[in-house]
């Protein structure tokens, strides 16, 4: 398994910006998708972006399109979420997540589309006032 610690947290105003990053430590191949969760009291847990191991294959939800940028460096194991222009809707616990990409399928295509994550961290809070 892997294991993941996210930092970068806390309160924010409107339109402002944060950063998020999340590291990574145990077993980590290099055949990882990496992604971002986020869930607000009462809502579902959604997935807000994700990453294929070099970056080829990103994903973001409409909700964050365009304001939000993931990225990671693998030599550092280190996944970050540069969040811009933030809303209060933005306003959730964080999750930072790995899953495994089976042999045989593009790591590209896969972390495009997956959604069950197997390895998450405990999350950092992100208030937007």
């Known amino acids: 398994h892997v294991q993941l610690v996210e930092s970068g947290g806390g309160l924010v105003q409107t339109g402002g910006s944060l950063r998020l990053s999340c590291a990574a430590s145990?077993?980590?191949?290099?055949?990882?998708?990496m992604g971002w969760f986020r869930q607000a009291p009462g809502k579902e847990r959604e997935r807000v972006a994700s990453i294929s191991p070099w970056g080829s294959g990103v994903y973001y939800a409409d909700s964050v399109k365009g304001r939000f940028i993931i990225s990671r460096d693998n030599a550092k194991a280190i996944l970050d979420l540069q969040m811009n222009s933030v809303e209060p809707t933005d306003t959730a616990r964080y999750y930072c997540?790995?899953?495994?990409?089976?042999?045989?399928?593009?790591?590209?295509?896969?972390?495009?589309?997956?959604?069950?994550?197997?390895?998450w961290g405990r999350g950092t809070q992100v208030t937007v006032s």
């Open positions: 145990g077993n980590l191949s290099a055949r990882t998708c």
């Open positions: 997540a790995a899953v495994a990409i089976p042999v045989g399928r593009s790591g590209a295509d896969y972390c495009v589309s997956a959604v069950a994550y197997t390895d």
